[in-house]
T-cell receptor, first 114, second 113 residues
């Protein structure tokens, strides 16, 4: 599986944007970029995913570099509830089911200060 | 009601005991997964199942076994628990398709003394 590299931690002030970088220089053409987050004492939850184009949803935006070797998750206005560990994950999408696993790395711990 | 439930939520056991962790889902998904998480680390895949007749080993399956009793139920067993299996265990489910979004249960905290 292609690997991702994320900073161990980041701090942000409440109501300010947070930009979480992820490097994935060995990404292949069939890899989707997924982001999950894990709030304290909870299981991970899906945030967003993309392939080549930038994506927006109610939780966040995903900006993907043109060469796809890096991406950035953007939380537009951080709240205290956004304090979590954010995981950037590459997932190969193939018709055979075995390809559709998620491999979690260490993630980025986001601290939001009031 | 939660879409993915796990029982028990907490368990303390002794070395050598057999333990079963259970997972149920109401999302109608075919795919189910078991992960473990150790303090300060990400999740590691133990086993996964893409339908009732399909069971696959993940990256750390040694010392574990699973049973897919029905589409909605996926159990993880530790045949003879050892202390380094102390961890937080998560069950997840997903559908098929591009997103393959996984939905996680609340976790089971297992302590092996």
């Amino acid at each position: 599986d292609a690997k991702t590299t994320q900073p161990n931690s980041m701090e942000s002030n409440e109501e300010e944007p947070v930009h979480l970088p992820c490097n994935h220089s060995t990404i292949s053409g069939t890899d989707y970029i997924h982001w999950y987050r894990q709030l304290p004492s909870q299981g991970p939850e899906y945030v967003i995913h993309g392939l080549t184009s930038n994506v927006n949803n109610r939780m966040a935006s995903l900006a993907i570099a043109e060469d796809r070797k890096s991406s950035t998750l953007i939380l537009h206005r951080a709240t205290l509830r956004d304090a979590a560990v954010y995981y950037c994950i590459l997932r190969a999408y193939v018709l055979k089911a075995a390809g559709n696993k998620l491999t979690f790395g260490g993630g980025t711990r986001v601290l939001v200060k009031p | 009601d939660a879409d993915v439930t796990q029982t028990p939520r907490n368990r303390i056991t002794k070395t050598g005991k057999r333990i079963m962790l259970e997972c149920s889902q109401t999302k109608g998904h075919d795919r189910m997964y078991w992960y473990r998480q150790d303090p300060g680390l990400g999740l590691r895949l133990i086993y996964y199942s893409f339908d009732v007749k399909d069971i696959n080993k993940g990256e750390i399956s040694d010392g574990y076994s699973v049973s897919r009793q029905a589409q909605a139920k996926f159990s993880l067993s530790l045949e003879s628990a050892i202390p380094n299996q102390t961890a937080l265990y998560f069950c997840a489910t997903s559908g098929a398709g591009e997103a393959n979004t996984q939905y996680f249960g609340p976790g089971t905290r297992l302590t092996v003394l």
